[in-house]
């Protein structure tokens, strides 16, 4: 492989023995949606926002999508942010985390759909036991992407390289099965490089590198690919005239290490090369479990007292079925509170037993909010738990003392 002039050669230290794949679902939320409404395929559809009522002829509420209204983005008004588009609409200049409104001024006939998280969690599980079935040893990185550890699927053939692309195919084929839906993936021999080959042949794409591929494939690619150097670091070493990977491989560790400092220098100078020994984490004990919602409005803390009780409410319904579905109980129970000047608090408590009922975490953290000014407007509002333990520890006598309290309270009471 011919290696351009001033790169350095590729060092070849990458695990070889090592093959780790990595799986990420197409433009995830918006597929999901465009199952939901075939008729969309093929049009620049962005997916943000919150799911809006709108009275129908009847008299009923309707949400507008099942109605057969759908909003464009030029009609849009407030701050939300873009959660996925489809590939019609990222042609137009749009991305996640793009706010709506200035993706309405790049893209102002993009349609927009409202984002349905329990839908997409759905999915997300139905994907992820489509890949357990073939390949038992994931690590699950959200909710649309996960590392696959081949190495133990394909150490016995006789071209384990070729055996893994196989395999590929084939948990393609099952998670499209299982869901409708397209993913890509990333063979190589460790977890960084998978990471950025999932991203070479997106949509639907199968793409299996080796370390002999790094300089034709991964070093002309711009240093932002690799997962960890962040929009900080991208522009210190624009800054510094590094803009590719191959670029960043090049330069001398030392370099590196007295303008980023000995971890951060010498992680940079391994990654550009390929190298990563991380493992495939097939498990881990969460430390909490949390759910939380950005107003698209401020909202005030008496003005707005009922919609905010409602959300509020909502949100540790919502956390207490995540624990039922996970198996956790916990008795570190908190709030988070940003206000319309950005600056945000938190507030926890711990009771004594613990617990996975919503009543007794609406209770605990309603005790939260007594604790923290309320005289600004809120953007954002939050409910965490934490200290985790396995279910089954919970008080059989929670369930009749939260019955007295009653989750429909108000937000301040």
């Not at 679902?25 to 997916?47: C, I, K, N, Q, T």
């Not at 990222?90 to 893209?107: I, P």
């Not at 000047?341 to 909010?369: K, N, W, Y």
Request: charge should be positive; aromatic fraction near 6%.
């Amino acid at each position: 492989m011919v290696v351009p002039p001033g790169m350095p050669e590729a060092d070849g230290r990458t695990d070889g023995t090592r093959v780790v794949a990595h799986l990420d679902m197409d433009a995830f939320y918006a597929s999901v949606e465009l199952l939901r409404h075939p008729a969309l395929r093929g049009r620049p559809v962005v997916v943000g926002g919150r799911r809006r009522i709108v009275a129908a002829a009847d008299g009923s509420d309707r949400d507008p999508v099942d109605a057969g209204t759908i909003p464009v983005l030029r009609d849009y008004a407030g701050r939300g942010v873009i959660t996925t588009a489809t590939y019609e609409a990222r042609a137009l200049g749009v991305h996640s985390g793009m706010g709506l409104m200035k993706a309405a001024q790049l893209a102002p006939d993009a349609l927009l759909l409202p984002a349905d998280f329990d839908r997409y969690r759905l999915y997300s599980r139905r994907f992820k036991d489509a890949v357990r079935a073939f390949a038992p040893q994931i690590e699950d990185r959200g909710i649309d992407e996960i590392y696959i550890d081949f190495t133990p699927l394909v150490a016995a053939s006789a071209d384990p390289w070729a055996a893994a692309r196989a395999l590929a195919i084939e948990i393609q084929a099952a998670v499209r099965t299982a869901t409708g839906l397209s993913c890509s993936l990333g063979v190589t021999p460790n977890k960084l490089l998978s990471k950025i080959a999932s991203d070479l042949e997106k949509p639907g794409g199968i793409t299996v590198l080796m370390a002999g591929d790094i300089p034709a494939r991964i070093w002309p690619l711009a240093v932002r690919k690799v997962n960890g150097i962040g929009p900080k670091a991208g522009a210190k070493l624009e800054s510094l005239g590094i803009r590719t990977i191959g670029e960043l491989a090049a330069a001398p560790p030392d370099w590196l290490v007295e303008h980023f400092g000995r971890s951060f220098g010498q992680w940079m100078h391994a990654a550009a090369h390929g190298r990563d020994e991380r493992p495939v984490v097939t498990f881990s004990e969460p430390k909490s479990i949390s759910r939380e919602t950005t107003f698209e409005h401020d909202l005030h803390p008496v003005r707005d007292r009922t919609t905010l009780s409602s959300l509020f409410t909502g949100l540790c319904e919502k956390v207490a079925e995540d624990l039922r579905r996970k198996g956790y109980a916990g008795r570190t129970i908190g709030i988070k509170l940003r206000y319309d000047d950005f600056s945000q608090v938190t507030r926890d408590r711990t009771i004594d037993h613990p617990t996975q009922d919503a009543g007794m975490i609406r209770r605990a953290a309603g005790e939260c909010l007594k604790r923290v000014p309320l005289a600004r407007r809120l953007r954002l509002l939050g409910v965490r738990i934490g200290s985790l333990s396995p279910a089954g520890s919970v008080e059989t006598g929670e369930k009749v003392e939260a019955g007295r309290l009653g989750v429909n309270r108000s937000l301040f009471d």
